[in-house]
């Protein structure tokens, strides 16, 4: 089943974008395919797993093809948990939000949020609260990344071989044309959508196919679209959650967003910086009530 996901919000100009997917990629040998399955030699992917046709014809193909399988699991993979979350904009004003974030079968909420140290009430716990900064976001734990690899959705390309915090990485750029982009979403402050045509980069392990930098951004945007461009870059790391398991979840984001004023020189821009900390394992509490003495 294919997910549909607009996942990330900007409060004032009303941005509706995806963010990256939250990785169940647990270190545990237990989760590793059966031998008795049939496996490509050259990739390490299943016979008829959809990722054959995603990494077709690509240089390194093995990395993107473990990052392949472990998105299209992920749901089943990931557990439910708790994390701390801080967003920062330095322009024009400094401004902090904190807040809980909880993730539970996939669909984000949130709690005990402040805004530069002061409680704000939060409208909705499954929609973002409204805060005064002119972009924040939701859905780091979102599937972009399942529909970057549904069969024909996105375009792959090997880039290069680098090292990112001291670890072997094998880059890879993707593109998605305007006509195929039915999960990524932009709308400006006067109401106007748009499903744009999207490029970016996936940095992942050159030896596990482990996620651990992803960017984002729209192109070709129309010349009266209120926003002028945007660009996402996501970190992730290998994180305890508890008891769990270790997994690949976000730890850090930035975001630059570009703004058209007619009357406004240079293009006005802001920069966000997101992070994530203090994951735990949610667990829902019961009480139970025993019964009253008999009368």
């Not at 984002?216 to 945007?230: C, K, N, Y």
């Not at 006005?268 to 994530?276: D, L, M, N, Q, R």
């Amino acid at each position: 089943m294919r997910l549909s996901v607009t996942s990330c919000r900007l409060l004032v100009l009303q941005a509706v974008l995806s963010s990256a997917v939250c990785l169940a990629q647990a270190a545990s040998p237990s989760q590793s395919a059966s031998s008795s399955e049939p496996v490509r030699a050259a990739t390490g992917i299943m016979d008829n797993s959809p990722c054959q046709t995603v990494t077709g014809g690509n240089q390194q193909p093995a990395p993107l093809a473990k990052l392949c399988e472990v998105a299209l699991n992920y749901q089943q993979e990931m557990p439910d948990f708790l994390a701390q979350m801080t967003i920062t904009e330095s322009q024009p004003f400094k401004t902090v939000v904190t807040a809980q974030v909880t993730l539970k079968q996939g669909h984000e909420s949130y709690s005990a949020m402040t805004v530069n140290g002061k409680p704000v009430e939060v409208d909705s716990l499954n929609k973002v609260p409204k805060v005064p900064m002119r972009f924040t976001s939701s859905g780091e734990f979102g599937a972009l990344l399942v529909d970057l690899f549904h069969p024909g959705e996105a375009e792959f390309q090997f880039r290069k071989q680098a090292t990112l915090q001291g670890t072997p990485v094998v880059v890879y750029g993707f593109h998605v044309s305007a006509s195929r982009n039915t999960f990524w979403s932009l709308t400006d402050d006067f109401g106007h959508t748009l499903h744009p045509e999207l490029q970016g980069e996936l940095w992942v392990e050159a030896g596990t196919g482990r996620l651990m930098r992803e960017s984002l951004q729209p192109v070709h945007l129309p010349a009266d679209f209120e926003i002028t461009g945007i660009a996402t870059t996501i970190d992730y790391g290998l994180t305890a959650v508890g008891d769990a398991g270790v997994f690949v979840l976000p730890s850090r984001s930035e975001s630059r967003i570009c703004t058209f004023h007619r009357f406004a020189k240079p293009v006005p821009c802001v920069s966000i910086i997101k992070t994530f900390s203090n994951y735990e394992k949610f667990a829902a509490t019961t009480r139970i009530l025993a019964d009253g003495p008999q009368q």
